[in-house]
């Protein structure tokens, strides 16, 4: 059964810091796809990791992606208040998508 | 843009009525899915459709059901609402391939009383 996990649960994070959330899943797949969502609202998508060493930025926010590690990092710079928000990380399960358990995100001043 | 819309926003039903969410999409996604949201227990998958008429059960399917007699609408049946049943439902869709990038409806939040 695939299972994907997500740390930490819960960051929080002072205005100008950096820090990476991690998205570690337990079986074989070649994509991955990073979603946000804000209080009371629905799931946007960010990226889509589509192959192994894949590498996506938007802004302040960088993903990768490692199949053989299994393993996905998504990589904030310098946080801004606008990027509070939960991210979820999801994997393919044939043509279904397994989420993981979210990152709250709070970024303080 | 894709879009994918969700029949209510907010809904408030009673205990033992019969519910119908409606999610529509536009971009002729193959692909149609139904999830609750609930608190600590993260996005659980209820339906999926791959196809007009098909549907796949989920993983919490109990309670509910589906509809799809075309291919940009899927809906989802409470035959007898339930308290337990309170919770944010969300709508999406994707692709059959090459990627299964799925786009989310603005979400409906059900509450059952």
């Known amino acids: 059964e695939l299972k994907v996990e997500q740390n930490p649960l819960f960051l929080s994070m002072q205005e100008g810091k950096n820090y990476t959330i991690y998205c570690n899943y337990s079986?074989?797949?070649?994509?991955l796809y990073w979603y946000r969502q804000d209080p009371g609202k629905s799931l946007e998508s960010l990226f889509v990791l589509l192959s192994n060493g894949a590498v996506k930025q938007e802004g302040r926010l960088m993903a990768s992606l490692d199949t053989k590690a299994r393993l996905s990092t998504l990589h904030i710079t310098a946080a801004v208040h606008d990027l509070s928000a939960t991210y979820f990380c999801a994997v393919d399960r044939t043509d279904k998508l397994i989420f993981g358990t979210g990152t709250r995100l709070q970024v303080f001043p | 843009d894709v879009k994918v819309t969700q029949s209510s926003r907010y809904l408030v039903k009673r205990t033992g009525e019969k519910v119908f969410l409606e999610c529509v999409q536009d971009?002729?996604?193959?692909?149609m899915f139904w999830y609750r949201q609930d608190p600590g227990l993260g996005l659980r998958l209820i339906y999926f459709s791959y196809d007009v008429k098909m549907k796949e059960k989920g993983d919490i399917p109990e309670g509910y059901s589906v509809s799809r007699e075309k291919k940009e609408r899927f809906s989802l049946i409470l035959e007898s609402a339930s308290t337990n049943q309170t919770s944010m439902y969300l709508c999406a869709s994707s692709y059959a391939s090459p990627t299964y990038e799925q786009y989310f409806g603005p979400g409906t939040r059900l509450t059952v009383t």
């Open positions: 971009m002729d996604h193959e692909n």
């Open positions: 079986t074989t797949s070649d994509r």
